[in-house]
């Protein structure tokens, strides 16, 4: 608690924001300061809470979007785990430098509270430095964004904004904290948190109805689309989706942009996940009935020609947030819950009123289907390049499957994604990726999750995995991870170019490579991520032979402290 004060007679509200951040659980503030967020910096600083410097305002937000991602995982296990990433940012320039990855917090999901300093209340009608409309440069990305414009409204704004956070959908909350409201004194006390609700078990009715379209004896082709609500939901939901699969007979397929694992992709019913190209997309989500299970962004990066989903398919949409359920296909059946007890529910309707040949049946074309896509999906990530002396994507991801195979993988590896995420059978929970599509996020969320994973119970090694062209928006996030002393390992997809912008281009304009210029998308020169990453302190190495990786790898993972892997790959 900091009761002592120094050079103020009283308790402020800068006081009672760190003690309520305490009486919550939180342990850590990531953040860049400014003038007008010195009364909070002073107070963190006579606390226990541990402030994390990012050295861009989008670093600090990422890291505590990881962090929350990762802690996420924990709390459904540990209740007295608190998952709420914390942040503290400079009035608005430090604001607008982290939009980015805000953003990124909302398509994740994210459970985060993002604060700011701003002017005195009586001050900013002269106009001055760094001014701005604060509430609404925040708005779009937030579930809640607001400003706390009087000290005895500070307890109640923060419990809401905890709370708002942290209620499926779970996203982030943004709270403005003006320098004389952080400067006022008060006698108030934090707020206790209380219980937070989860999205309930589903109208009956509407489960009813989901469970006998399930049922339907003429549908051979039912397929199940799992979205990150599952994973968001819990390791007990990804069970419970199992436990559907087998009781309908369902293939399982993760929907596009999924950032997390909704699935057992060792299962037998496990298939592929849903492409962003449009006719691998159509051709997946061919069926006669599709469960769409905590989905939200099943759709392809730029706009397709045909429906997705065939008109006469019939559609069931379960998930914990409304505005998703029937938004893109329409619902034959719609129920709004949390996917885990929802699913549950649907399974234990389904069993006794299914007959076995039915599934059966399923089972049977679940499988051809398996089986033709698995033969696709062979090579993917071994890209052409023959004689290319440089690893194949595939080459490196097999290595990192076969050293690190029980690691936690932040990915932001873009053209090696959907490789890695097809290659390697991840657990739940074992995996995170960028889901907004904004880079810059894996970088700072993988040194969040190894502060996450560092002050758990039974830390697990933790790999960030990401392209060249990722890495490159932030490299001075290495600094914050050397920093705090965390391990990480970073493996680095380098390819010395944007080639998924390339390929864009072919698919959206048509032609061969001969055809365009591809302006802005090569490292000519390079850039020598080597010495960039030891100049922020950490060790590093550049990888070009394909046999070395698993040997480099190996020693990383076996030493603490910050390794990056510059691992030379071929498109
Ligand atoms: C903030 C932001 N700026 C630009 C882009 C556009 N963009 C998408 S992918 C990409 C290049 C990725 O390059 P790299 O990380 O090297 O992966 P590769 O495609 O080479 O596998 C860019 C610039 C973006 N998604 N987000
Ligand atoms: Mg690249």
Redesign the pocket.
């Given at each position: 608690m900091s009761d002592e004060q120094v050079g103020n007679d009283g308790y402020t509200g800068a006081d009672l924001f760190v003690d309520t951040l305490e009486s919550y659980g939180i342990d850590h503030v990531f953040g860049n300061p400014g003038t007008t967020e010195l009364p909070v910096i002073d107070a963190i600083g006579r606390s226990e809470l541990e402030y994390v410097l990012g050295l861009h305002e989008d670093i600090a937000v990422g890291m505590a979007t990881g962090y929350a991602q990762t802690r996420r995982h924990r709390a459904h296990h540990d209740d007295s785990v608190n998952p709420v990433g914390v942040v503290n940012l400079h009035i608005t320039p430090g604001l607008a430098h982290g939009l980015?990855n805000l953003y990124a917090a909302k398509r994740a999901g994210a459970p985060v509270v993002v604060t700011a300093g701003n002017h005195s209340t009586d001050f900013r009608h002269e106009e001055p430095a760094l001014a701005g409309e604060l509430v609404d440069l925040a708005e779009q990305f937030c579930k809640w964004s607001d400003e706390v414009l009087d000290v005895e409204t500070l307890p109640t704004m923060l419990r809401r904004a905890f709370r708002v956070a942290l209620t499926p959908p779970t996203g982030p909350v943004f709270l403005g904290l003006p320098l004389d409201v952080m400067m006022a004194e008060t006698d108030a006390d934090p707020e206790r948190l209380g219980e937070v609700p989860n999205a309930g078990s589903g109208d009956p009715a509407q489960l009813e109805r989901a469970a006998d379209l399930l049922t339907d004896v003429d549908d051979h082709e039912v397929a199940i689309v799992a979205g990150d609500q599952i994973a968001r939901s819990g390791t007990d939901a990804v069970d419970a989706a199992v436990e559907l699969a087998e009781a309908t007979g369902a293939r399982v397929h993760g929907e596009i942009h999924a950032g997390e694992i909704n699935f057992a992709t060792d299962h037998d019913q496990w298939v592929s996940y849903v492409s962003t190209d449009e006719e691998r997309a159509s051709a997946v989500q061919d069926a006669d009935t599709i469960l769409f299970a905590g989905t939200s962004t099943n759709t392809t990066l730029t706009r397709h020609e045909d429906p997705l989903v065939d008109p006469d398919t019939t559609c069931i949409h379960v998930g914990e947030d409304a505005w998703e359920v029937g938004k893109n296909q329409p619902a034959d059946a719609a129920v709004v819950g949390d996917p885990g007890l929802v699913l549950r529910d649907l399974a234990g309707r389904v069993r006794p009123n299914i007959a076995e040949e039915t599934v059966a049946a399923r089972l049977e074309t679940a499988r051809e289907t398996k089986e033709r896509i698995d033969e696709m999906l062979a090579d993917v990530g071994e890209g052409d390049a023959e004689d290319d002396p440089r690893a194949s994507k595939a080459q490196l991801i097999d290595a990192m499957r076969r050293v690190a195979g029980d690691a936690y993988v932040v990915d932001?590896?873009?053209?090696?994604k959907f490789p890695i995420m097809t290659r390697w059978d991840f657990d739940p929970g074992q995996f995170l990726t960028n889901k907004g599509?904004?880079?810059?996020y894996g970088l700072p969320a993988a040194v969040g999750a190894a502060l996450a994973e560092r002050d758990s119970e039974d830390p697990r090694e933790v790999i960030g995995f990401?392209?060249?062209?990722?890495?490159l928006?932030y490299p001075q996030t290495i600094y914050s991870a050397v920093r705090y002393d965390l391990d990480l390992t970073v493996v680095v997809?380098d390819?010395r170019?944007?080639?998924?912008?390339k390929d864009n281009t072919l698919d959206l304009l048509g032609g061969d490579e001969r055809d365009h210029e591809f302006v802005g998308m090569d490292f000519d020169p390079p850039v020598d991520i080597v010495r960039n990453a030891e100049s922020h302190g950490g060790r590093a190495e550049l990888v070009e032979d394909p046999d070395e990786i698993e040997g480099v790898l190996g020693d990383a993972l076996a030493r603490d402290g910050i390794d990056v892997l510059d691992v030379l790959v071929h498109d």
């Open positions: 980015g932001e590896s873009v053209t090696a599509g904004g880079l810059g990401v392209g060249d062209g990722a890495y928006y997809s390819n170019n944007y080639r998924i912008l």
